[in-house]
Every structure is written in C-alpha cells, then in structure tokens.
C-alpha cells in the first residue's frame, strides 16, 4: 500500500501536474507567482480547499445526488461546496494575517472559480475514486499545484534582475518560462 501511494504522489505531483499536464488553475499560476511568498501562500491556501473540497464533494456526490438521481447536478454542486470553504479560508486569513490576506487580493476569492480545485472534484468523480483515494488525489494534485507555483515564482523573481529584452519584459517572458517548465515537466511522463 505505500508504494501505490508513493506511485500516486508521483503521478498527482509531477507526471499529471495540474499546472503543466491539464492546465487548470493557470490562472492564479500566471497571477500570484511573482512573489515566492506569496506563491507559498497560495499554494497552501489551494491545498487546504482541494483537500477539503475533495472530501466534501465526495460525501455530496455519493450521499446525496447518487441516492437522489441527481448527478447531473454535480458541477452546481461541487461548485456551491467550493464557494462556502473559500469563504471559510478568506474570513480566516483576514482575521488571522491581514497582509496575507491584502497580498494575495482578487485571487483568493477566484480559488472559487480555480479550474483546477473543480475540476480534481470531478476527475475524482469520473475516476470512481474512494473517499480516501478522492482525499488523496485531492491532496496530491494539490502539492502539484504549490510545487508549479513556487517553482515559478522563483523563476520570475530571478528573471527580474537578469538582462532581458525589452520587448520580452514581463508577461511575455513569464509565458515562455512557463512553456519551458511545462516543456521539463513532460520528462516526468515515463515515471508512472
């Protein structure tokens, strides 16, 4: 059993990368890793509502639109269940760390719409994942998704004091930072 979760681990964090695999939550990837702390921060908070997310959806799906006939109401669902434990981590952070809460700004509340925190609901869903395997995968994914995003934000920390063009200052050269290290990420194919 631990080496399957080991294998699991290694296919959420590296081989299937929310990030640089499916290519959900690029958004708050591409918004809030230009500060390493502050990616951490994000990172963290994402982690906490993929994993609770996970669980919740899970006992939602199976409980009560499984036994009601209601799965094609999972996405409404998911989303509701998403939207309140967002709100539970932002009432947390503005009471608890006010710069936190100020740093990451508008991307906080957009974890509600984070494709990624969704979407390992549903691939949970769709994969007829176990209530431990659905935590598991939601935890995982998740420290795939802090990993992406420090990585990056020590990227473009350091690319701030590197000479670069002009033209390819900012944005543009986040874009190919980020296709280069998605580009690295497919080495990890072959592991799993």
């Known amino acids: 059993m631990t080496m399957n979760v080991l294998l699991f681990f290694v296919s959420c964090v590296l081989t299937n990368n929310f990030i640089f695999s499916r290519f959900l939550g690029c958004c708050p990837f591409l918004g809030v890793s230009s ?8 990172g963290l908070a994402v982690t906490f509502v993929m994993t609770i997310a996970s669980f919740f959806c899970y006992i939602v799906y199976n409980l009560l639109l499984v036994p009601l006939g209601l799965t094609y109401m999972d996405t409404i669902a998911f989303i509701l269940v998403i939207a309140a434990l967002v709100q539970f981590v932002e009432m947390f952070l503005k009471k608890t760390s006010p710069a936190l809460y100020s740093a990451l700004g508008i991307y906080l509340p957009l974890i509600t719409t984070n494709c990624a925190v969704l979407g390992v ?38 690319l701030e004091t590197s000479k670069i063009p002009q033209c390819m200052k900012g944005f543009p050269i986040t874009l190919v930072s980020a296709g280069l290290m998605a580009i690295a990420f497919l080495g990890f194919n072959g592991l799993v």
């Open 121 to 158: 609901a549903t691939l949970n869903m769709n994969n007829g994942y176990s209530l431990i395997q659905s935590v598991l995968n939601g935890t995982f994914s998740a420290i795939g998704f802090l990993v992406a995003i420090v990585l990056m934000a020590g990227v473009r920390e350091r």
């Open 35 to 42: 500060k390493v702390t502050t990616a951490v921060s994000m």
